[in-house]
């Protein structure tokens, strides 16, 4: 049986992972199967990821164009 919290093969969006929580979760996932991640933030993040796209969270044609942006499907989304 797999681990419950294994991603594997998975595509995860974070947003919000340059600091805080979204950070600490990079960390996380790469302990956990080190899926594919895409983040939606403003600032790149330190951590290891597939894709940054620069997204203003409070701004709906930022949020638009990022979600255009994301090769689908998406298998996991943290919205942080």
Do not use: W
């Amino acid at each position: 049986m797999s681990h419950c919290f294994d991603y594997t093969d998975k595509r995860v969006v974070i947003t919000g992972a340059y600091s805080g929580v979204g950070a600490a979760l990079l960390e996380v996932l790469a302990e956990l199967g080190r899926p594919e991640v895409v983040v939606l933030d403003i600032k790149q993040p330190e951590g290891s990821v597939a894709q940054f796209i620069e997204t203003d969270m409070g701004n709906a044609s930022s949020v638009d164009a990022a979600i255009a942006a994301i090769d689908a499907p998406i298998d996991v989304l943290f919205n942080n």
